[in-house]
T-cell receptor, first 112, second 112 residues
Framework: EAQVTQNPRYLITVTGKKLTVTCSQNMNHEYMSWYRQDPGLGLRQIYYSMNVEVTDKGDVPEGYKVSRKEKRNFPLILESPSPNQTSLYFC???????????FGPGTRLLVL | AQRVTQPEKLLSVFKGAPVELKCNYSYSGSPELFWYVQYSRQRLQLLLRHISRESIKGFTADLNKGETSFHLKKPFAQEEDSAMYYCALSPYGSSNTGKLIFGQGTTLQVKP
């Protein structure tokens, strides 16, 4: 089944403890993105990637890192999480020349 | 600045009533605009895009460049339309980069 997967789906951690949220897609899409969803603020793009080793900042990149070493994977790294990064995170992918983004199921993160 | 504004956090209507979810954007170029929908416990998914000029599940949206709006309309709401709706803008039009700017979202509640 063509899809975007994220792991873990739920995560509780403490301030300062590095974590990685993985994202994988099996549709051979060139583009991948990370978003956070917060009440009243909607979805805000954190980082996006147009291809392997090509990434760019979205609207709220502070406190996050990404890497794109393989086409199918786009992990989101929080080197030193803080409580204001408590949120619902979505990964998405889309093929080149098509704007429709396909979303993962979301990862709910709580930073204590 | 590139921005998408959805002025209503919640829109509540009765079944069979017309629905209009408002979306205004700020962008100096020629954007590509989308409506995404998130049903309860489901992934965010594309509902429609302005470039397709299509009607999906009875919903239509017309891009009004003069008013910089892209309102979503349906003449007769159904209970299964209850969901969170997001308006989104791709700032580079057909030059796909993967960057997407979302509005704050509007929850549509259709009462029986």
């Amino acid at each position: 089944e063509a899809q975007v997967t994220q792991n873990p789906r739920y995560l509780i951690t403490v301030t300062g403890k590095k974590l990685t949220v993985t994202c994988s897609q099996n549709m051979n899409h060139e583009y991948m993105s990370w978003y956070r969803q917060d009440p009243g603020l909607g979805l805000r793009q954190i980082y996006y990637s147009m291809n392997v080793e090509v990434t760019d900042k979205g609207d709220v990149p502070e406190g996050y890192k990404v890497s794109r070493k393989e086409k199918r994977n786009f992990p989101l790294i929080l080197e030193s999480p803080s409580p204001n990064q408590t949120s619902l995170y979505f990964c998405a992918s889309n093929p080149r020349y098509q704007e429709t983004q396909y979303f993962g199921p979301g990862t709910r993160l709580l930073v204590l | 600045a590139q921005r998408v504004t959805q002025p209503e956090k919640l829109l509540s209507v009765f079944k069979g009533a017309p629905v209009e979810l408002k979306c205004n954007y700020s962008y100096s170029g020629s954007p590509e605009l989308f409506w995404y929908v998130q049903y309860s416990r489901q992934r965010l998914q594309l509902l429609l895009r302005h470039i397709s000029r299509e009607s999906i599940k009875g919903f239509t949206a017309d891009l009004n460049k003069g008013e910089t709006s892209f309102h979503l309309k349906k003449p007769f709401a159904q209970e299964e339309d209850s969901a969170m709706y997001y308006c989104a803008l791709s700032p580079y039009g057909s030059s796909n980069t993967g960057k997407l700017i979302f509005g704050q979202g509007t929850t549509l509640q259709v009462k029986p």
